[in-house]
């Protein structure tokens, strides 16, 4: 299981330490107060982050204990909130800001991508971008077209910037401590869907909290969890799933419903993606399902799916099986048609191991 | 529909585009550019409230006057030691264009742009700025590097891209970068490096330090919504950051009224957001460094930022990929009302008694030698295109602080290509 795995790392929180059952949200907070007390350059700033705290809790208490010049509101400026951004990094500032939803990140994407992403390459390292988008993402809470896209790939796809999505507390606060100390610009999506607890996609059941998951106990101080190294979520023999955010616990719940022997392999970081675990893992099944709620075309998965073929065509029993979002928009009324649940996953499941 | 008014004798709506006065062959007339009398303008305190600069706004601060004078409360009273040293770096500014433009047009560079006309607005801006307050310009603020002693080599290893290139042949040529001078690197993206400007200001503000920020963007880029974000971020944090506006009247073909110019001034749109606002003679060298001191005074004391047009002509094509005279009246050149910064300059210094042409002559000279000189040095480390650029594997360096797994596959793959086009061994690089 994961918790053996993240012990054998050099950064995983030492013997004795407390550790406390967090939600999503309070983990980032965590993450967010224990940076701003380390490092007097981190700067959280964004669209009612300040005073209030943010409109899904995640800087509550901030400004009140580290000041407004720390932890600041901004005006509704998407590019002014980069731009700032990039200019804090260049001074020698560690900016965390924050956009409201990953479906408004868009009025700020020249300054994400001609920007943040190329100044380290252009300037020959002169300057530097070492910043932290945070930006809640991901559909499955009836937030329609504007406030449930995950637009992942539009970043993967961009030269010099890293993209990470956490899937967990532990997993939350430890890569966003990572995310705010590496030096290179950082997209982290938060899968706002289990901000409060753990989705399996069986959207007619009651929700479960995140006390109740083994991967809300969180360490009270500083871990990191390095950028670039994916998590098994389960060992398993009959295929791959990889994912991440959300999906990662939509793809457990249905193996789990169907009685699946999968290796569930949560990404964890997109870019740089662990390549190694995705290749092991599937020279050992030879058969993989990718899942991922944003649209198909061109999205992630069309990527891994790419990946995969190129590394281990040799071990693949099946054709790769991709369980996506479907190429619309994100609709209101018929979100439960669009998500991809456990009736698409469980014939994707069922193709996988036909074949 | 009941709510619009009945009726056959309406005038229909009609879509106004705009146009500028002269297009080639046109004759030109420029007698309804207001062009102030030198020494008119108010001075207001550094300190005032941002409402107190509106007829600043409109006006046209100017100091020297053709008495080759200064003039009024603006005139900067420099001595003429610095005079001289601004007019130096006039002349190696306007040298070192003539040379890289020919550099261009002889195969040595993709790529050049000239400032001609505009020297003032770097030269004599950055003159009136700290030598480690951050600038953050556009791509014609070449001045800047030369005012603070950035060597020309260096920046000719940048335009040709060889192997002695600090940007290792990344950028496209002229987009320089300089952290040393506090020189911010240039992008191609137009205005992106005005809301950045806003930010570094509010991290040297959050910091507590003294250092402020300033950016330049053309009078065509403010159009951009970054240029609106990075007032709106300047105001309400009082950012010590200086907007340089630079109207030089086109945005290559295209007039400055299709960036709002027929019905305001660009100055005028500081009043709106809160800013301090300066209307200045972007010819004028002394103006421009009055205007840019106060601007840095004010911003140095936690007054706030303020936004400066600088009213300017592009006396030159757009690029080296640009020919004017398919848009524009050759006329306007020589018709241009506020004439050349240099020749103001060097008339006024004439004027005090503290130059003559003779010396002019030979600064003149002297510049063209310089930039002669380094350009054939710059060659010893290669031209565009003659083999001497930095290696290959440094294409992939960079990209990120460390090498991603995928990075170091595509090296090897570039590496292999090159050993496959080379079989008999690789060529110098």
Same mark, same amino acid.
């Given at each position: 299981m994961s918790e053996s795995i993240e012990k054998t790392q050099a950064s995983a929180p030492g013997e004795g330490e407390t550790e406390r059952r967090l939600n999503m949200i309070e983990a980032i907070n965590d993450a967010l107060s224990i940076m701003l007390d380390r490092d007097p350059d981190v700067i959280v700033m964004g669209e009612d982050v300040g005073y209030f705290g943010g409109v899904f809790r995640c800087t509550a208490g901030l400004q009140e204990k580290f000041g407004k010049t720390r932890v600041f509101d901004t005006p509704i400026s998407e590019c002014g909130i980069i731009g700032a951004a990039v200019g804090m990094g260049a001074y020698g500032l560690r900016p965390v800001p924050e956009?409201?939803?990953?479906?408004?990140?868009?009025?700020?994407?020249?300054q994400l991508i001609s920007e943040a992403a190329r100044l380290r390459y252009r300037s020959a390292a002169e300057f530097i971008a070492p910043m932290t988008v945070r930006s809640p993402f991901g559909g499955g809470i009836f937030g329609g077209q504007t406030h449930s896209q995950s637009p992942e790939s539009l970043f993967t796809h961009v030269s010099g910037l890293k993209t990470v999505i956490p899937s967990t507390p532990y997993d939350a606060k430890g890569l966003l401590i990572a995310a705010i100390e590496d030096n290179d610009p950082v997209i982290f999506f938060e899968p706002k869907r289990i901000y409060n607890g753990p989705f399996d996609g069986f959207y007619d059941r009651p929700v479960q909290p995140w006390k109740k998951h083994p991967q809300s106990l969180v360490p009270e101080g500083y871990y990191r969890i390095p950028l670039g190294q994916a998590r098994i979520v389960r060992e398993g023999e009959a295929m791959t799933v990889l994912a991440y955010g959300t999906m990662c616990h939509v793809a457990e719940g249905v193996c789990r419903e169907k009685g699946i022997d999968a290796e569930i392999i949560d990404l964890r970081t997109l870019v740089p993606l662990d390549i190694e675990t995705i290749e092991a893992s599937i020279k050992k099944t030879g058969r993989c399902m990718i899942v991922h709620e944003a649209t198909r075309t061109s999205g992630f998965g069309a990527e891994l799916s790419a990946l995969v073929q190129e590394r281990c065509f040799y071990h693949l029993e099946a054709p790769i099986e991709r369980v996506t979002g479907f190429d619309t928009p994100y609709p209101h009324s018929l979100e439960w048609a669009y998500f991809p649940g456990p009736i698409r996953i469980g014939e994707a499941i069922d193709k996988l191991l036909q074949d | 529909m009941a709510d619009r008014p009945e009726g056959h004798n309406k005038p229909k709506l009609s879509l106004h585009v705009p146009e500028p006065k002269f297009r080639p062959g046109d004759t030109v007339d420029f007698s309804d550019i207001g062009v102030t009398e030198p020494g008119g303008q108010p001075r207001p305190d550094e300190a005032c409230a941002a409402q107190d600069t509106a007829p600043l706004c409109h006006d046209l601060i100017r100091v020297l006057g053709d008495d080759d004078e200064a003039h009024g409360p603006w005139d900067p009273k420099l001595d003429s030691e610095t005079l001289r040293t601004m007019l130096g770096h006039f002349a190696l500014t306007r040298a070192f264009d003539e040379r890289m433009f020919r550099g261009q047009r002889q195969?040595?560079?993709?790529?050049?742009?000239?400032?001609?006309g505009e020297e003032a607005t770097s030269v004599a801006a950055a003159m009136a700025l700290a030598s480690d307050d951050m600038v953050f310009p556009s791509y014609r603020q070449q001045g800047v590097l030369i005012a603070r002693g950035y060597p020309i080599l260096e920046m000719i290893n940048q335009i040709y891209s060889n192997k002695a290139d600090k940007l290792k042949g990344r950028q496209l040529p002229i987009m320089y970068s300089s952290r040393e001078k506090s020189f911010f690197s240039i992008s191609g993206n137009l205005a992106t490096q005005t809301p950045q400007a806003v930010g570094w200001a509010m991290a040297s503000a959050i910091k507590g330090d003294s250092r402020i920020a300033a950016t330049w963007v053309g009078e065509g880029s403010t159009a951009e919504g970054d240029f609106h974000s990075a007032c709106t971020f300047a105001?309400?944090?009082?950012?010590?950051?200086?907007?340089?506006?630079?109207?030089?009247?086109?945005?290559?073909?295209?007039?400055?009224?299709? !960036?709002? @110019?027929?019905?305001?001034?660009? %100055? !005028?749109? @500081?009043?709106?957001?809160?800013? %301090?606002?300066?209307?200045?003679?972007?010819n004028d060298p002394l103006a421009v460094f009055a205007a840019e001191r106060w601007a840095a005074n004010r911003a140095r004391s936690n007054a706030g930022p303020?936004?400066?047009?600088?009213?300017?002509?592009?006396?030159?094509?757009?690029?080296?990929?640009?020919?004017?005279?398919?848009y524009r009246s050759a006329q306007e050149r020589e018709e241009w009302p506020l004439g050349d910064p240099i020749m103001r300059l060097k008339k006024h210094l004439i004027a005090l008694g503290e130059w003559d042409e003779e010396r002019q002559e030979t600064l003149d000279a002297d510049c063209m030698d310089r930039v002669k000189k380094a350009t054939k040095e710059a060659e010893k480390n290669g031209i565009l295109g003659h083999g001497l650029h930095h290696p290959f594997r440094t294409m992939f360096e960079d990209v990120y602080e460390d090498l991603p797994w995928h990075l170091k596959e595509q090296a090897e793959q570039a590496i292999h290509e090159r050993k496959t086009k080379f079989p008999e061994g690789l060529p110098e690089a």
């Open positions: 956009i409201q939803f990953a479906d408004y990140i868009y009025p700020g994407l020249d | 195969g040595k560079t993709s790529f050049y742009m000239k400032c001609t105001t309400v944090y009082n950012a010590p950051v200086i907007l340089n506006v630079i109207n030089n009247q086109w945005a290559i073909s295209s007039f400055s009224g299709f !960036a709002g @110019a027929e019905r305001t001034t660009f %100055a !005028a749109r @500081a009043l709106g957001y809160g800013l %301090a606002g300066l209307r200045v003679d972007g303020t936004l400066i047009e600088h009213f300017t002509y592009r006396a030159e094509g757009h690029s080296t990929s640009d020919d004017p005279s398919g």
